[in-house]
């Protein structure tokens, strides 16, 4: 069965997209740490990041490294944290984070509960600043 994660990037399930090209995909986190924090892909579905080839593994950091670079834009602060979890969903995902200070890195952290339209808005906002 397909991940939620393929689901999404065949629009069968909804997201808040920033950016693709033909191997990665980038969307807004559902439970943000901090707004402009965004989830990286790869289109090919693997769950565990470090079973990419090394080819895919550093495509897939220099797409991040674009993502990054727009959400500083959009969203100043002092460093877009990269994290790599991937406990809960099992399709390998960077997570980006606009961050000021280490703890916003925390994911124990209580999560942002944000509207629509401003998950659009802070899609947008990344998205133009490519
Ligand atoms: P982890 O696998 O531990 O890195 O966590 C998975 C992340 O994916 C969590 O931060 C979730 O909030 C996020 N997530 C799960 N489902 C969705 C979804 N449908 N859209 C956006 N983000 C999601």
Redesign the pocket.
Known sequence: MAT?FSR?IAGE?P?YKVAEDDKFFA?????PLVKGHT?VVPKQEVDYIFDLSDEDLAAMHIFAKKIAKAIKKAFPCQKVGEAV?????PHA?I?LIPIRKESDMLFSNPKLKLSDEEFAAIAKAISSSL
């Open positions: 939620i999404i399930i997201c969307f807004l986190d559902i439970n989830l979890i991937g406990l809960e969903v995902h997570h």
